[in-house]
């Protein structure tokens, strides 16, 4: 039983526009949404996580929306650039963070010129 | 602080034989985790320990063991090896927080077994 599920499995981006991953989950007890950013060789690293106390959360040119009662938060790229091609992972967990994450499977992004 | 450090690089294994996978911290971390990695599927959780002589199951334990007898290092064992145990291995680490948790991944073990 997969508790987030992601989509798109890849997806391929204009330089300069918006990049939309979105996750759904099922277990309500879930209380924390990071996205992790993995380049190729490398181990996953945080990018930006939310809590569902709020519907968005911005970092620069990364946005999270929320959505609690449809059970879904998604990952909004803006001004997307080549650096940013790599592939990207929603998680969850619940009690705070003090329990193991649950990761999607996955999107593979790539930003073309 | 060199962060989460795994050894090895690379492995290839011949089905049968063990090894050790090495993870070690030095951020003083309480919580260390394994992860499997494989092309499409995402990370599964492999065992993961909240501190010292503390350990858990995740997701996919079976064919792995764990031991933490220090807070710095987590090895992850595997006996009589198998092709499905060919993946990328990620140790990472994490201080839950005041309701963060952010996970600081090593570079990965890529294993083959043939």
């Known amino acids: 039983q997969q508790q987030v599920k992601q989509s798109p499995q890849s997806l391929i981006v204009q330089k300069g526009g918006i990049s939309i991953i979105n996750c759904a989950y099922e277990n309500t007890a879930f209380d924390y949404f990071p996205w992790y950013q993995q380049f190729p060789g490398k181990g996953p690293a945080l990018l930006i996580a939310?809590?569902?106390?709020?519907s968005e959360k911005k970092e620069g040119r990364f946005t999270i929306s929320f959505n609690k009662s449809a059970k879904q938060f998604s990952l909004h790229i803006m001004d997307s650039q080549p650096g940013d091609s790599a592939t990207y992972f929603c998680?969850?967990?619940?009690?705070?963070?003090?329990?193991?994450?649950?990761f999607g499977k996955g999107t593979r992004l790539s930003v073309i010129a | 602080n060199a962060g989460v450090t795994q050894t090895p690089k690379f492995r290839i294994l011949k089905i049968g034989q063990s090894m050790t996978l090495q993870c070690a911290q030095d951020m003083n971390h309480n919580y260390m985790y394994w992860y499997r990695q494989d092309p499409g599927m995402g990370l599964k959780l492999i065992y993961y320990s909240v501190g010292a002589g503390i350990t858990d199951k995740g997701e996919v334990p079976n064919g792995y063991n764990v031991s933490r007898s220090t807070t710095e290092d987590f090895p992850l064992r595997l006996e009589l090896a198998a092709p499905s145990q060919t993946s990328v291995y990620f140790c990472a680490s994490s201080h839950p927080d005041r309701g963060i948790d952010t996970q600081y991944f090593g570079p990965g073990t890529r294993l083959t077994v043939l």
């Open positions: 998680a969850a967990s619940r009690d705070s963070g003090n329990t193991p994450l649950v």
């Open positions: 939310i809590r569902p106390d709020v």
